[in-house]
């Protein structure tokens, strides 16, 4: 289901006891096969190497790269292809100002970078840039990606990634890669289930002119595979979800209790509202159901943490988060994995971090761009629910619903353009 993200920390411990100067001439040569078999044409290769380990692994690359008759060097302004191995696993905090300006001169040069390891200015444990960073076109990382590889922003900076065996064994690391593995995990329908057993799922919110949010959290749980979804929302909206949708049932806010009573799972806040009702209401259902609940967009809005009686998910997006903790959301961009906390939080971005207490981060990075429109944290907030729904734990519902709600972003049939409608009706294609 998980693939190993490691720290700085997980892959000193992991390289403990091994040959040092066979895993540098494992790695070097990995990078310099890399540069050799994505730029045939290359003839000259600039290069820039710190002095520890990562500067290793970019010498022995040269040494290789001119034994094939590369021309090597650091002549920028007419190199082919550069590689940067400036700082490694162990970099934190900003680069120190010589390093900037050539940092800042690598970005400049118009030849594709490969980065050693990751790329230079980029934190391995955490993702985190505190100052200059080289953009790569490919990371060449070895035994496995690090955590900072995963989580941007240090992902955005990483370009395609390649993992090189340097003979290291799998160590245990906190954090981990989400795989499609975790799909299977995903009830199913059996024989003799109900509509019921087959997953129950209750959202509430929709207020006038926010009726879509709620629809598309209803159909996505259904398009999840949920058995029955009702709605409960504003007595004006009403008649619009009447007519958007066709399988749930219906009620007013005023009816949610006696809904709530056939629901194996609740999302609450999919165009809610924000007024005092909508905050007590959220406060009372958080309170008083015993079935695992998804928290999301209005709900989130002044939530206090409780003594909740089940499972709460929480699915923020970094403003929302940056409001939950005090901070601005340009900060929780900027340390995505310091920003999770409390129960089962789902941090929606350009990565999905999931995060459960006492638990290392599980990291989704299915879905792409397409994901970057309005409506899909809603379709999110529902196949969520439908997971939790069939039983999943809480952690691992989030998880899988982070991946399949990438995978069905990535199953649409065009690229742009792509709406939020587009990503549920392709929800059952991505499931097993």
């Excluded at 200059?132 to 955590?147: E, G, I, L, N, S």
């Excluded at 059996?190 to 926010?210: E, F, I």
């Excluded at 599980?362 to 879905?367: A, E, F, K, Y």
Aim: charged share 25%.
């Amino acid at each position: 289901m998980f693939a190993p993200l490691y720290t700085a920390d997980e892959m000193r411990a992991a390289e403990q006891g091994h040959d040092v100067d066979a895993m540098m001439e494992r790695a070097g040569r990995a990078v310099a096969d890399a540069v050799l078999r994505r730029f045939p044409e290359a003839r000259r290769i600039a290069a820039f190497c710190g002095k520890g380990a990562n500067g290793g692994d970019g010498r022995i690359a040269l040494r290789l790269l001119a034994d094939a008759g590369r021309e090597t060097g650091e002549e920028l302004e007419v190199a082919d292809v550069v590689i940067d191995a400036l700082f490694g696993t162990g970099f934190h905090g900003a680069p120190r100002d010589d390093a900037a300006r050539l940092i800042e001169r690598i970005n400049a040069a118009q030849a594709p970078v490969v980065a050693v390891d990751l790329p230079s200015g980029v934190d391995a444990s955490t993702g985190e840039i505190a100052g200059a960073v080289v953009a790569a076109d490919v990371t060449v990382t070895m035994h496995a990606p690090k955590v900072g590889l995963a989580v941007a922003p240090g992902r955005l900076h990483a370009g395609e990634v390649e993992v090189a065996d340097i003979g290291i064994e799998a160590g245990e690391t906190r954090n981990h890669l989400v795989t499609e593995a975790i799909l299977e995990l995903v009830p199913r329908k059996r024989a003799g289930d109900t509509k019921y057993s087959a997953g129950s799922v209750l959202v509430v919110g929709g207020s006038p002119g926010m009726s879509g949010a709620l629809c598309l959290a209803a159909e996505a749980a259904f398009r999840a595979d949920a058995g029955y979804v009702a709605v409960a929302t504003h007595a004006e909206s009403l008649p619009v979800v009447e007519a958007r949708l066709l399988e749930a049932v219906k009620a007013p806010l005023g009816g949610v209790d006696r809904l709530a009573e056939r629901a194996s799972a609740v999302a609450v806040g999919p165009g809610l509202g924000r007024g005092e009702e909508e905050r007590a209401l959220v406060r009372r259902l958080l309170h008083d159901l015993d079935v695992p609940v998804v928290v999301d967009a209005d709900a989130l809005f002044e939530l206090e943490p409780g003594d909740w009686p089940a499972p709460r998910v929480l699915t923020p997006h970094a403003g929302e988060l940056a409001r939950l903790l005090g901070k601005e959301s340009d900060w929780v961009d900027a340390h995505r994995l310091e920003a999770v906390f409390g129960c089962v939080v789902l941090l929606k971005g350009v990565d999905t971090l999931v995060a459960a207490p006492g638990e290392g981060v599980l990291v989704s990075d299915s879905g792409g761009p397409a994901l970057a429109t309005a409506g899909t944290g809603d379709v999110l907030t529902g196949v969520t629910a439908a997971f939790l729904a069939k039983g999943m734990d809480a952690r691992l519902a989030a998880a899988a619903a982070a991946f399949a709600h990438g995978r069905a972003a990535q199953l649409v049939p065009h690229e742009r353009g792509v709406i939020a409608s587009d990503v549920v009706a392709a929800l059952p294609h991505a499931l097993p």
